[in-house]
């Protein structure tokens, strides 16, 4: 069990390559209420997504969607995705769709640099676990960063501000999407890039 993990770990920080030069490489991208990009991944119960992300609207989309794929309401449900009130940062409710969803109180600042992750069941927010769960089933639809895909369409609404990046992880602990934020040189234009299989999405 302990080699297993070793493996997993390992894994996970195996490096790929590096940007190509059309690109130049951001600390941020700044995100809005309808941004969201595609993966083409379809999420497993076993599964780690990680994104990191800071809220910077003065209202309550500092939070919102980060990561997310269901087929319904409470059906086959993999996201992850928050909300809170406009006069309090820090008092956050987090939604944990993982089969159905669970809703967890936290005491953690949106506007701050956080990463909202699940990895095999168990959501954290930076160091802070929320729940871990054992439910059995199997996505659908590929994983949209950033809004929920329902059912192929996107919804809920994503947090206004900076989106750092973002890493999947498949159940074997082979890391199959590494995305940063990027500026394409040719006509500006921001995005995301994929330096497991090389591909730019325009905001």
């Known amino acids: 069990m302990i080699n297993e993990l070793m493996r997993r770990r390992a894994m996970m920080f195996k490096k790929v390559g590096g940007l ?15 941004t969201y990009f595609t993966t083409g991944f379809v999420p497993t119960s076993g599964c780690k997504v990680e ?46 769709g993982y089969s159905t969803e669970r809703s967890v109180n936290v005491n953690i600042n949106a506007s701050d640099k956080n990463v909202f992750g699940v990895d095999n069941g168990t959501f954290y927010i930076n160091d802070t676990i929320l729940g871990s769960y054992g439910d059995t089933f199997s996505p659908v639809y590929e994983l949209f960063l950033m809004l929920i895909n329902s059912a192929g369409s996107p919804v809920q609404s994503a947090a206004v501000g900076n989106l750092y990046g973002a890493k999947i992880w498949d159940d074997n602990g082979r890391l199959v999407r590494d995305y940063v934020p990027v500026k394409r040189l040719a006509d500006n234009a921001e995005g995301i890039y994929d330096l497991v299989n090389n591909t730019f999405q325009a905001k």
Do not use: D, H
Not at 20 to 34: A, D, H, K, N, V
Not at 82 to 95: D, K, L
């Open 51 to 96: 994104v990191t992300f800071k809220g910077t609207s003065t209202t309550s989309s500092k939070a919102g969607a980060y990561f997310g794929s269901r087929s319904g309401w409470n059906n086959k449900s993999f996201y992850f995705r928050c909300t809170t009130s406009s006069g309090s940062a820090t008092n956050m409710t987090a939604y944990l």
């Open 20 to 34: 190509p030069s059309e690109y130049e490489q951001l600390e941020f991208i700044t995100t809005f209420s309808l």
